[in-house]
C-alpha cells in the first residue's frame, strides 16, 4: 500500500508538468549527493494551519482544514533564498527571514515576512532588511522580534534589527503599503569582547519614571536593559548597562561566564522596583543587581551589585515570595543523590538553606497553575525534578520561618523524567495544572496534576525515541514514531489519559493538531519520501474523534495535491 501511495504521488508530479510555468523547472534532488539543500523542509504546526517552506520556488504554502477532511492551500510568497523560519511561542504566527540576492546580475535585498497562522492565513508584516540575519529572538507577548547573528566573524553581534509587529487581529485587514513596514536599527555600545550571550523580553518591569517593557540582553561582562517604548519614540535611546566586573567588596564581581539571568518585575509595597539575578557557569557566586531612584533625578536608575555566596555551583535560580518576603531560591545538588535548596535575602545576603531528598537541579513557579491566584506578593509554589531519580518536589514557600525544613513535598513518579511539559502556555488555560513527564524508556509517559499532586499512566504506545505533541487545544497529546519508522500515531485524551492506536499507509513526519475553520479540530499527519523533490502528502483525521477507517489521503502538496 505504501508504495502504491506513491506511486500516486509520482503520477500526480507528471500530471502537473503539463502547461506549467517557467517556475516549475527545478533540477531534480540527487539523494545520494551529501551537499544536496531539499526543496522542503521540515513543516511547522500553527493554531490553525500548517506551513511548509518551499525554498525551490521561494514560497510558503499554508495548508488549512475549513471542514471535515477538506484541505486548503495558501500561497505565499517570499523573497530569494528563505533561510530561517520559526514560530511565536504560542504557535500564532511564523516568522521567515530570507538571504536574498547579492551578485552582479541581481541584488534583492532581505526581508522579513510574519505571517498569521490561524485558519485564514494572512500576512502581518513584512519587513526589508539591510543584510541577512541568523537569529532571531520572538516576543511571547507578540509586540516586538528583534533579529541579530551569533557569530563575530560575520558580523558586529552588538548589531541588532527590532521590528514592532501589527496586533494579530489586524492582520487581515492590512493593505498592502501597511503591511510593508520599517525596523528600527540598533546597535547597542559595549567593551571589546563583551559579547551577547542571551537576550529576551522581559515582562512589564516596575523601574524609576514608570512601568516598561525591555529587551534585556546578556553580555559576558555587562547586563543591558533596552527600553522598547522609549525606543519607538527615539531610536537613539541608549540601554542601561550594568557591567558585572565592577568591584563588589573589594572582589571583582564577574568571576565567569553568565548562563541565566533571573528577573523579579518588582512593583509591590515591600519589593518597588525590580531586581536581576545571575548565575555563572562553574561559580558558587550569584551576582545580585538592585534597581531604585536617583538620588539626583526621580525618573532616573540607580543600581547596586552584590554577591550571594551559596556554598556550591547553583543548577537553577529563580526568585520567589516567601512567608518572609522577597527571596533568591538556587538549587545546589551535592552529589548523584543529595540535594539542597537555598534562600537568598537579596538586601542583607543572608541565607538559609534545607537539605532535599533528592539531587533536584530543575525548578519551576507553579503558584498560578495551582490557585491561579493574581496578587503579586502571593506566596509561592515551586515544583523541582531531576533526570536522575524518579521523584519531584513541592517546594511550599509559606513555611521558612519555622519549618523550612519540612516544607518539600517529595513524591515518587517511578520513572527518571527527561522532560517536564506543560499542557498549556495559556496562564488563564483550564488545564494549566497539568504536566506531561516523559522518562527515558519505552513508554514512560505520565500525566501530572500539580494541584491534587499525583501522576498517572499515559496510555500511548512509544519509546524514547518517540517525538511528542501536545494540541494547542490542550485536549490530547500526540505520540508518534520518528520520520521513517513505523506507521503507528497514538492520541491521549487529556485529562482522562485514554487513547487509540491510529494506522496510517505511509511513514509519519509529523502530527499537527490544528483549529478547523468550521470550529472543529484536524490532525495533518505529514508523510515524505525522502528520495522524491515533490514528496510532502498528508493524511487528515478529526481531531477530537480520531478514527482509522476515518481520513482522507493528499498527495503531491506541493503540486497542488491529489486526493
Excluded at 62 to 85: A, C, K, Q, R, Y
Excluded at 286 to 309: C, K, M, W
Excluded at 403 to 408: D, M, N, T
Aim: proline share 7%.
Amino acid at each position: 500500500m505504501q508504495r502504491i501511495a506513491w506511486l500516486v504521488l509520482a503520477a500526480g508530479a507528471l500530471c502537473a508538468c503539463r502547461d506549467r510555468e517557467s517556475d516549475w523547472d527545478v533540477a531534480p534532488v540527487d539523494p545520494s549527493d551529501p551537499t544536496r539543500t531539499p526543496p522542503l523542509e521540515l513543516t511547522v504546526g500553527l493554531t490553525g494551519s500548517v506551513a511548509a517552506v518551499d525554498k525551490s520556488l521561494d514560497r510558503l504554502l499554508m495548508f488549512t482544514v475549513p471542514s471535515g477532511f477538506d484541505l486548503e492551500t495558501t500561497v505565499i510568497p517570499l523573497g530569494p533564498n528563505p533561510s530561517v523560519w520559526q514560530a511565536s511561542p504560542d504557535r500564532r504566527r511564523l516568522f521567515v527571514l530570507t538571504r536574498g540576492v547579492d551578485t552582479p546580475e541581481e541584488n534583492v535585498e532581505p526581508t522579513l515576512t510574519v505571517v498569521a497562522g490561524g485558519t485564514r492565513p494572512a500576512v502581518c508584516n513584512r519587513f526589508a532588511l539591510d543584510v541577512p540575519h541568523s537569529r532571531m529572538v520572538i516576543d511571547p507577548q507578540g509586540e516586538w522580534v528583534v533579529l541579530h547573528d551569533a557569530s563575530a566573524f560575520v558580523r558586529n553581534t552588538s548589531e541588532l534589527v527590532l521590528a514592532r509587529l501589527h496586533p494579530e487581529a489586524s492582520c487581515h485587514n492590512l493593505s498592502e503599503d501597511e503591511r510593508e513596514s520599517e525596523v528600527i536599527n540598533k546597535t547597542l555600545r559595549s567593551e571589546l569582547g563583551d559579547v551577547p550571550q542571551q537576550m529576551f523580553f522581559t515582562k512589564q518591569l516596575s523601574l524609576p519614571g514608570g512601568d516598561r517593557r525591555t529587551l534585556l540582553v546578556q553580555r559576558d561582562e555587562s547586563i543591558q536593559l533596552l527600553d522598547l517604548e522609549a525606543l519607538l519614540d527615539d531610536p537613539e535611546t541608549e540601554p542601561l548597562t550594568i557591567p558585572m566586573s565592577e568591584p563588589v567588596g573589594g572582589e571583582t564581581a564577574m568571576h565567569g561566564t553568565p548562563v541565566e539571568t533571573a528577573v523579579y518585575p518588582g512593583g509591590t509595597e515591600t519589593v518597588p522596583y525590580a531586581w536581576f539575578a545571575v548565575r555563572m557557569a562553574n561559580q558558587s557566586d550569584i551576582l545580585l543587581v538592585e534597581l531604585r531612584e536617583s538620588d539626583e533625578d526621580s525618573s532616573g536608575i540607580e543600581y547596586s551589585l552584590n554577591l550571594a555566596p551559596v556554598g556550591a555551583v547553583p543548577s537553577d535560580i529563580e526568585w520567589v515570595i516567601t512567608d518572609r518576603g522577597l527571596r533568591l531560591a538556587a538549587l545546589t545538588p551535592l552529589s548523584a543523590t543529595a540535594g539542597r535548596a537555598v534562600l537568598v535575602d537579596p538586601y542583607t545576603s543572608v541565607t538559609q538553606s534545607v537539605d532535599l531528598p533528592a539531587a533536584y537541579d530543575r525548578m519551576s513557579l507553579i503558584t498560578d497553575d495551582v490557585s491561579g491566584a493574581s496578587d503579586v506578593e502571593r506566596i509561592d509554589q515551586a515544583l523541582l525534578w531531576t533526570d536522575y531519580e524518579p521523584v519531584l518536589g513541592f517546594w511550599d514557600l509559606d513555611q521558612t520561618g519555622t519549618r523550612l525544613f519540612a516544607s518539600v513535598d517529595a513524591r515518587n513518579t517511578g520513572i527518571a523524567m527527561s522532560q517536564v511539559i506543560p499542557v498549556t502556555q495559556d496562564p488563564e488555560g483550564e488545564l494549566r495544572h497539568l504536566r506531561i513527564l516523559r522518562g527515558h524508556n519505552a513508554n514512560e509517559f505520565r500525566l501530572l496534576d500539580l494541584a491534587a499532586r499525583t501522576d498517572t499512566q499515559l496510555e500511548v504506545e512509544g519509546d524514547a525515541s518517540f517525538q511528542l505533541v501536545v494540541a494547542p487545544d490542550a485536549r490530547r497529546v500526540w505520540v508518534y514514531p520518528p520520520a521513517g519508522s513505523g506507521m503507528v500515531v497514538s492520541p491521549a485524551v487529556l485529562p482522562e489519559g485514554h487513547s487509540e492506536d491510529l494506522f496510517v499507509e505511509l511513514a509519519v513526519e509529523a502530527v499537527h493538531d490544528i483549529a478547523r475553520r468550521d470550529g472543529g479540530r484536524a490532525a495533518l499527519v505529514m508523510h515524505r519520501n525522502t528520495t522524491a523533490t515533490y514528496s510532502l502528502g498528508t493524511t487528515v483525521f478529526d481531531a477530537e474523534t480520531p478514527q482509522s477507517t476515518e481520513t482522507r489521503f493528499y498527495g503531491s502538496l506541493l503540486l497542488g495535491g491529489l486526493r
